[in-house]
């Protein structure tokens, strides 16, 4: 039976993301599969005064199940009020593929949706977008749409090679679907591999640099749909000290290479406001549990090795809206 969004307290992006782009910072859009996912994505935005996307993919749903992950949203909306602040909150279908998928979500209580069309031609993408768009305008909800292919590797989307936003192609299909919001491709990239080293630069440390955000592709679109709100993807820093401490307790991460928080900073100063971060938060609760396992071998009880984990991603999160995003402040 279908809900409304509404009746569990959330809300869409519009006001938000208007917010956003005139106070010059990003809404922090965290992906989550589990309780403890939630619960620290919730305490570090309210701890922060953060607004805040729940993002939710398509194997996230399927893992999480359609309506738990309904009453889990209604759930971090009391549990904020619980806190002490009622930070505004979005439930968002993260890279749907499909208008069945964007459908269901909605009927299921989602405020917002992605529909990525991104794989098909140009003309097929338009269609596909702008009949998202048409169902979910009906109910209030919000619609993201993509124009350019991010490489890497996330749940169920795969892509080998970037394709950059064609700058001339942004006003025509805003114009045509009636997306709410765009995501475009400047060089993110999905996953915690963004990079091959022969792609980077070492720095004095030896530390591998990632070749920088294409900046002069997304000012041209901001002059092609001036305030029109921009999202990034792909969006995750890959902290080595993380990556050092999953290596260093039995894990064998290679290469893992992030886009630097002072590019993303940049960003959020500019028309993007909505940037995706997932991948940081999955290796936050990898290094904090493998670590925990070593130190203490005796434990089995979840709660004793999800408890930190849960502590160490709010933690990442709460750094995330104050220093990158600038969010923090602004529910």
């Given at each position: 039976m279908a809900v409304s969004y509404k009746d569990l307290g959330l809300v869409n992006t519009k006001e938000l993301f208007k917010k956003a782009t005139e106070g010059k910072y990003?809404?922090?859009?965290?992906n989550f599969n589990n309780m403890e996912q939630m619960q620290a994505i919730v305490q570090a935005c309210v701890e922060t005064k953060s607004p805040v996307i729940l993002q939710v993919s398509g194997g996230a749903r399927k893992y999480a199940n359609q309506t738990l992950l309904r009453y889990m949203a209604q759930g971090a909306v009391e549990y904020a009020k619980e806190l002490g602040y009622n930070i505004p909150i979005v439930l968002h279908l993260d890279h749907g593929d499909t208008f069945e998928l964007c459908q269901s979500c909605i009927e299921y209580g989602f405020s917002s949706v992605m529909i990525d069309g991104s794989h098909?031609?140009?003309?097929e993408n338009v269609a596909l977008t702008r009949k998202v768009v048409e169902y979910a305008h009906k109910y209030d909800v919000s619609v993201e749409g993509?124009?350019?292919v991010l490489a890497g590797i996330e749940d169920d989307v795969v892509a080998e090679h970037h394709t950059y936003t064609q700058p001339e192609e942004v006003q025509d299909f805003v114009s045509k679907t009636g997306v709410d919001s765009l995501a475009i491709s400047i060089g993110t990239s999905h996953g915690a591999n963004k990079f091959k080293p022969d792609q980077c630069t070492r720095n004095a440390e030896g530390i591998l640099i990632p070749p920088p955000l294409r900046f002069d592709i997304l000012e041209e679109i901001e002059k092609k749909i001036p305030g029109f709100p921009i999202v990034l993807h792909g969006s995750s820093s890959v902290p080595q000290q993380y990556v050092k401490t999953i290596n260093d307790n039995g894990g064998n991460l290679k290469d893992s290479i992030g886009i630097p928080e002072?590019?993303?900073?940049r960003a959020a100063k500019s028309a993007v406001c909505k940037i995706n971060i997932d991948?940081?938060?999955?290796?936050?609760?990898?290094?904090?549990?493998?670590?925990?396992f070593i130190l203490h071998p005796?434990?089995?009880?979840?709660r004793q090795y999800l408890g930190?984990?849960?502590?160490?991603?709010?933690?990442?999160?709460?750094?995330?809206?104050?220093?990158?995003?600038g969010s923090a402040g602004k529910a």
């Open positions: 990003a809404i922090p859009a965290f098909h031609s140009y003309e993509e124009l350019g002072e590019e993303l900073r991948s940081d938060g999955r290796l936050a609760m990898t290094a904090s549990i493998r670590e925990n005796e434990w089995f009880d979840p930190p984990a849960r502590e160490e991603l709010k933690k990442l999160y709460a750094h995330k809206t104050v220093n990158v995003l």
